[in-house]
C-alpha cells in the first residue's frame, strides 16, 4: 500500500471524509440520546439522572477512548474537507460569466465546505460552553449532592475522630445551600446542622481538619445546562443566563447549518466509499433524509422546550 | 412545424490566445431559424463577422452528430446548454426565445486551458487515456475472437453504458470543483465489467487517478451535475466504481 496514495490522492481523501462523517453521524445518535434525558425525565430524578450519566460519560474507559476518536475525526474532517475545498477552487481558476448550477445539483451538495465550517464554530462555542467548564475550567462548578451512605467498620470515625469498637453505619447527609464552597453536614438523628464538611477538587467531600474523604459529589451539568437554556437554577448556584434566547436561535440555527449538510453528507459518504448499488442505493439515500432531519429537529427540540419552561 | 426566425443577442468569450486576457464580447444577430442547431447559427455569425471584416469566432466541432464530443460550449451557465441529454451540435435554436441574450463561454477548468476564443485544450484527458485506459492485446495475427469470451449480459450493458461517454469533457465543466471522477470512472468502468479488462484492473486504476489527480482537476463532492449534464446519461455509478476499484488497488497493491 502505498502511503501516498492512501493520503493524498484525490479519492483516498474522499474516503477519509466519508469514514470520518459516518462515524461523527453516530457520535449525534450517542450524543442525541444523552440530550434527550434533558426533557424525558423532568425533576430532581431527571437532574440526577443527567449528572449520574455526565459522569459515568467522562470517567468510563470505553467512552474515553470513543471520544478521542470523535475529536480526532473531527479535526481529520475539517483539515481534510478545508484541503479538498481548497483544490476544488483552484482547479477553475476563471469563474463562468453565467452559471446555473441549480440546475443540476442541489444547493446543499454545492455548499459543504461553507456548512461544516459553520458546523466547526458552532462546535468550538458549544464546547467552550459546556465541555470546556465540565472538564477543563478552574471556574467554580455547581455540584450535585445526594445524599451518600457509607459504611464505616472499625476504626475511626471520620467526622468524629473517635475510635469505634462496632460496626456501624454513618449516613451522610450532604446538602447544598447554593453556593459551592459552603456545603454542610446535617446530623441524621438531630437533623442538626454541622460544619465539618469541606470540598477539596471541586467534587470531594472531606471531614474537616482530618482530611478523610467522606464523598464524592457530581458535577452539576444538568443545572449548568437548564440555566444556560434560560431556566433558574440559583438555589444550585447558577443563575439563569441572561442570553437564553440569544443561545437557543443561535442552537436552533446551528442544527438547520446540520441539517443540510447532512442532506447531502450522509448518502454522500456511500457514493465515495464506492456503495452504489440500485437495490440498496434507494434505501441508503432515503434514510439519509430521513436521519438529517430527525437528529438535528430533536437537538433543536431540547433547548426550545428548556427554554418555553423557564 | 414550420419553421420561424429569432433575433438574439449574443455574449461569446473572445480571448486571443492562452496567454492573453479574454472578455465577454457582444454581438447582435438577426434571422436566425429556429430550425438551425446552435453550431449552425455560430456559422451564421461567423459569416457575418466575416462580411464586417472582423475575426470570426473559433470554437470546436466536427461530427456535427452528438458522436465526437468536440463542441464544448457552455451555453446560458450550462454545459452544452439548456437542453439535457445533448451535446452542443443537437441544441436546436427553437430552444431560445427571441430576443433573447445567450451567453456562450468556454469550459472553465486549470485542465482545460483557453487556446482560442471558445476553444479549449483538452489533451488532459488522453493522457488520463494513455495511463492505462486500455487492454493490451497481442495483435501479432494469433488473437481469438472477442466473442469467444462469455460475458454477462447485465455486465456487458453497463460496460458498454460507461464506454457510450466521448470524452466531451461536460462532467469537468459542469461540476463546481472542476472534476474529472466521471470521465475517469466511465473509463475505468468500461473495462472493470468485463474480463478482457480485468488482467490490468489494478494498475488501471492507480495510474488513471494518478494521472487525473497530476493534470489538476477538483476532487468528487458528489454533487451529482456532471451525470445530469452528460450527453450520454452516464451515471455517477460509475464513479462508485471507480472508488471500489481504486480501494480494492490500494489494499492489495504491492
Redesign the interface.
Known amino acids: 500500500?502505498?502511503k501516498s496514495?492512501?493520503l493524498?490522492?484525490?479519492?483516498?481523501?474522499?474516503?477519509w471524509m466519508a469514514i470520518t462523517g459516518l462515524f461523527l453521524c453516530l457520535f449525534l445518535v450517542g450524543h442525541l440520546l444523552g440530550n434527550l434525558q434533558l426533557i424525558l425525565k423532568t425533576g430532581e430524578e431527571g437532574r440526577r439522572a443527567f449528572n449520574e450519566y455526565a459522569y459515568f460519560m467522562s470517567h468510563n474507559i470505553v467512552i474515553k477512548v470513543m471520544s478521542y476518536a470523535t475529536y480526532l475525526s473531527i479535526l481529520f474532517h475539517a483539515i481534510d474537507g478545508i484541503m479538498?475545498a481548497v483544490?476544488?477552487k483552484?482547479?477553475?481558476?476563471?469563474?463562468?460569466?453565467?452559471?446555473?448550477?441549480g440546475?443540476?445539483?442541489?444547493s446543499a451538495?454545492?455548499n459543504?465546505a461553507v456548512l461544516g465550517s459553520a458546523i466547526f464554530i458552532f462546535i468550538a462555542i458549544h464546547m467552550s460552553n459546556f465541555w470546556w467548564k465540565m472538564k477543563y475550567s478552574s471556574d467554580p462548578m455547581p455540584l450535585h449532592l445526594m445524599t451518600k451512605d457509607i459504611s464505616v467498620s472499625m476504626g475511626q470515625n471520620p467526622l468524629t475522630g473517635q475510635e469505634m469498637k462496632n460496626t456501624i453505619t454513618v449516613t451522610y447527609a450532604l446538602t447544598t445551600n447554593g453556593d459551592y464552597i459552603e456545603y454542610s453536614y446535617i446530623d441524621p438523628q438531630t437533623k442538626k446542622k454541622m460544619d465539618i464538611v469541606e470540598v477539596k477538587d471541586h467534587v470531594k467531600f472531606y471531614a474537616k481538619d482530618k482530611d478523610v474523604e467522606i464523598g464524592e459529589g457530581y458535577k452539576d451539568l444538568h443545572s449548568l445546562t437548564v440555566a444556560f437554556f434560560g431556566q433558574d437554577r440559583s438555589k444550585e448556584g447558577v443563575p439563569a443566563n441572561k442570553n437564553a434566547g440569544l443561545a437557543v436561535t443561535l442552537y436552533v440555527l446551528a442544527m438547520l447549518v446540520l441539517s443540510f449538510h447532512l442532506w447531502?453528507g450522509f448518502a454522500?459518504a456511500f457514493?465515495?466509499?464506492?456503495?452504489?448499488h440500485p437495490r440498496y442505493t434507494p434505501a441508503i439515500r432515503a434514510f439519509g433524509k430521513v436521519f438529517s432531519i430527525v437528529v438535528p429537529l430533536l437537538f433543536a427540540i431540547i433547548p426550545i422546550l428548556l427554554f418555553i419552561n423557564k | 412545424m414550420a419553421s420561424k426566425f429569432i433575433n438574439i443577442t449574443l455574449k461569446i468569450w473572445r480571448q486571443k490566445n492562452g496567454t492573453t486576457k479574454g472578455g465577454l464580447e457582444t454581438y447582435g444577430l438577426n434571422n436566425v431559424s429556429t430550425d438551425s442547431s446552435f453550431l449552425e447559427m455560430l456559422d451564421q455569425l461567423n459569416e457575418q463577422l466575416i462580411n464586417e471584416r472582423k475575426e470570426p469566432v473559433a470554437f470546436d466541432h466536427d461530427c456535427r452528430e452528438g458522436i465526437c464530443g468536440s463542441c464544448s460550449l457552455y451555453i446560458n451557465g450550462r454545459a452544452h446548454g439548456p437542453d439535457r441529454g445533448v451535446t452542443t451540435c443537437q441544441l436546436h435554436m427553437r430552444t431560445f426565445k427571441d430576443g433573447e441574450t445567450i451567453y456562450v463561454e468556454p469550459w472553465r477548468s486549470r485542465a482545460f486551458p483557453v487556446i482560442k476564443d471558445l476553444v479549449v485544450d483538452r489533451s488532459a484527458f488522453d493522457r488520463i487515456q494513455q495511463a492505462g485506459g486500455f487492454v493490451s492485446v497481442n495483435t501479432s495475427g494469433r488473437t481469438i475472437d472477442a466473442n469467444a469470451t462469455p460475458i454477462p449480459k447485465a455486465d456487458a450493458d453497463k460496460a458498454f453504458e460507461a464506454a457510450a461517454c466521448i470524452g466531451c469533457g461536460a462532467c469537468v465543466a459542469s461540476c463546481k470543483n472542476g472534476s474529472a471522477m466521471l470521465f475517469v470512472g466511465a473509463k475505468v468502468s468500461q473495462y472493470a465489467l468485463l474480463p478482457q479488462g480485468k488482467v490490468e484492473a489494478q494498475q488501471r486504476v492507480l495510474n488513471m487517478v494518478r494521472q487525473m489527480d497530476e493534470e489538476g482537476f477538483g476532487n468528487c463532492t458528489n454533487t451529482g451535475a456532471c451525470e445530469v449534464e452528460c450527453p450520454k446519461g452516464i451515471s455517477i455509478e460509475n464513479i462508485a466504481r471507480m472508488n471500489r476499484e481504486y480501494l480494492k488497488a490500494i489494499v492489495t497493491e504491492d
Open positions: 500500500m502505498s496514495a492512501l493524498s490522492s484525490s479519492i483516498a481523501k474522499k474516503y479538498l483544490q476544488n483552484k482547479a477553475r481558476p476563471v469563474a463562468y460569466a453565467y452559471n446555473k448550477p440546475a443540476n445539483s442541489s451538495s454545492r459543504m447531502h454522500s457514493q465515495s466509499l464506492g456503495m452504489n
